[in-house]
């Protein structure tokens, strides 16, 4: 089992940026793919980034491609989340996620896919 601690979130203007981190407890952080997310009042839970095992792969929602990097400490059992150019439309709590039950070199993008989950972090762009 492994416990997730968001941190990072907060209120930004438009245009500005933020780093999300994300803690994991443990010693087998580097077994685990991990995902960001983000739920906004009234809509699902959505796909935002997801990184592999190693951090050699990553993948990336369409509304965020360009703007936002997923990247992952192994040896600090840290994967952080790098947005930048905010738009009120990021505004959101934002979660992150980890999962055993995909391939050494895969990356997943559906809630489904992961079995762990962080208590989430506010995140809000004001325009």
């Known amino acids: 089992q492994v416990l997730l601690v968001e941190s990072g979130g907060g209120l930004v203007q438009a245009g500005g940026s933020l780093r999300l981190s994300c803690a994991a407890s443990?010693?087998?952080?580097?077994?685990?793919?991990m995902g960001w997310f983000r739920q906004a009042p009234g809509k699902e839970r959505e796909f935002v980034a997801a990184?592999?095992?190693?951090?050699?792969?990553?993948t990336y929602a369409d509304s965020v491609k360009g703007r936002f990097t997923i990247s992952r400490d192994n040896a600090k059992n840290t994967v952080f989340l790098q947005m930048n150019s905010l738009k009120p439309e990021d505004t959101a709590v934002y979660y992150c996620?980890?999962?055993?039950?995909?391939?050494?070199?895969?990356?997943?993008?559906?809630?489904?896919?992961?079995?762990?989950w962080g208590q989430g972090t506010q995140v809000t762009v004001s325009s």
């Open positions: 443990g010693r087998t952080f580097s077994t685990y793919a």
């Open positions: 990184i592999s095992r190693s951090g050699g792969v990553t």
């Open positions: 996620a980890a999962t055993q039950r995909v391939g050494l070199r895969s990356t997943a993008r559906g809630l489904a896919a992961y079995d762990y």
